[in-house]
């Protein structure tokens, strides 16, 4: 168990929808990552958010968006769901100041199928 | 921004025999280079990792290298087992940038 926490764990849901996923970071950790993994697709950084602030952006398509709340957890909101936006999304912590050059540490991830 | 590629895409090896994975990197600041396990279905874990001022890292059966230089850093899994079958992929960052990963390998060890 890596600390981190996220849900649901799996969720199907229609194109055109919205749906937000939740992801909880190892306890004192102040940095937040998530990444797209895709059917036999690598890893896609999205963004990262540091103590509530955006700190990097990746390859986010415009329909998503995040945010890191007060106490730490984050929530991935994508909307206007396409078939192509099916794939496992990951967040990931760190407990470093932020910058880059930390070790990360992955939750179980969110599956999303779009039908 | 910094690009990683990773080689190969699928490796078989027999059990015992050992397994090289490859990657390179574009970005001459990226200063951490971490490998992780993927099994199907789970969540990446982290293996061993490696930083600049180091040139190679050992933990029991696995071992990184880096030459800084030509920008490539590798994986060996010695005497290897079933149950290093999986997806392994590895990673980027310098100071500034979040991990950026290759694309994983997929290692098969054959019984």
């Known amino acids: 168990d890596s600390g981190v926490t996220q849900t649901p764990k799996h969720l199907i849901t229609a194109t055109g929808q919205r749906v937000t996923l939740r992801c909880s970071p190892r306890s004192g950790d102040l940095s937040v990552y998530w990444y797209q993994q895709s059917l036999d697709q690598g890893l896609q950084f999205l963004i990262q958010y540091y103590n509530g602030e955006e700190r990097a952006k990746g390859n986010i398509l415009e329909r998503f968006s995040a945010q890191q709340f007060p106490d730490l957890h984050s929530e991935l909101n994508l909307s206007s769901l396409e078939l192509g936006d099916s794939a496992l999304y990951f967040c990931?912590?760190?407990?470093?100041?932020?910058?880059?050059?930390?070790?990360?540490?992955f939750g179980e991830g969110s599956w999303l199928t779009v039908v | 921004g910094e690009n990683v590629e990773q080689h190969p895409s699928t490796l078989s090896v027999q059990e015992g025999d050992s397994a090289v994975i490859k990657c390179t990197y574009s970005d001459s600041a990226s200063n951490y280079f971490p490998w992780y396990k993927q099994e199907l279905g789970k969540r990446p874990q982290l293996i061993i990792d490696i930083r600049s001022n180091v040139g190679e890292k050992k933990d029991q059966r696995i071992a990184v290298t880096l030459n800084k230089t030509a920008k490539h850093f590798s994986l060996h899994i010695t005497e290897t087992q079933p149950e290093d079958s999986a997806v392994y992929f590895c990673?980027?960052?310098?100071?500034?940038?979040?991990?950026?990963f290759g694309k994983g390998t997929r290692l098969s060890v054959i019984a």
């Open positions: 990931a912590s760190s407990s470093r100041t932020g910058l880059g050059g930390n070790t990360i540490y």
């Open positions: 990673a980027a960052s310098s100071i500034n940038t979040p991990l950026v």
